[in-house]
Nanobody, 136 residues
């Protein structure tokens, strides 16, 4: 079975840090663009960050810039989202989403936010999502 499995969620105090992991099973992540989405109660699902294939270009939404880092370790078939200085609004279910890079050329940086938006409704794999709770 081909799927992505996230881990690393939990309870953290405001200002704290967490690292989420996304591991692929049954396929290799290095040919996929990987994004992290989140959904808070009563809110729409929101794309937070994306890392492209094959050159690992990254993009973050404004609220994540400077605090979150997305990275990939192809040897471990894993993508990470390191989150620092978490705020109350960061509390949500976080999802790992993968879409195959179907073009020969790399994505130009300007295309990353577009692909992130498209992945909200068009993707190849979508994880189950760990809960991140930010509370004192």
């Amino acid at each position: 079975e081909q799927l992505v499995v996230e881990s690393g969620g939990g309870l953290v105090q405001p200002g704290g840090s967490l690292r989420l992991s996304c591991v692929a099973s049954g396929f290799t992540l290095d040919r996929y663009h990987i994004a992290w989405f989140r959904q808070a109660p009563g809110e729409e699902r929101e794309g937070v960050s994306i890392i492209s294939s094959p050159d690992s270009r990254t993009y973050y939404i404004d609220s994540a810039k400077g605090r979150f880092t997305i990275s990939r370790d192809n040897a471990k078939n894993t993508v990470y989202l390191q989150m620092h200085a978490l705020k109350n609004e960061g509390a949500a279910v976080y999802y790992c989403v993968a879409v195959l890079h179907r073009r020969r050329a790399s994505l130009p940086p300007a295309q990353l936010p577009v692909v992130l938006l498209v992945m909200r409704t068009q993707s190849d794999y979508w994880g189950q999502g760990p809960q991140v709770t930010v509370s004192a």
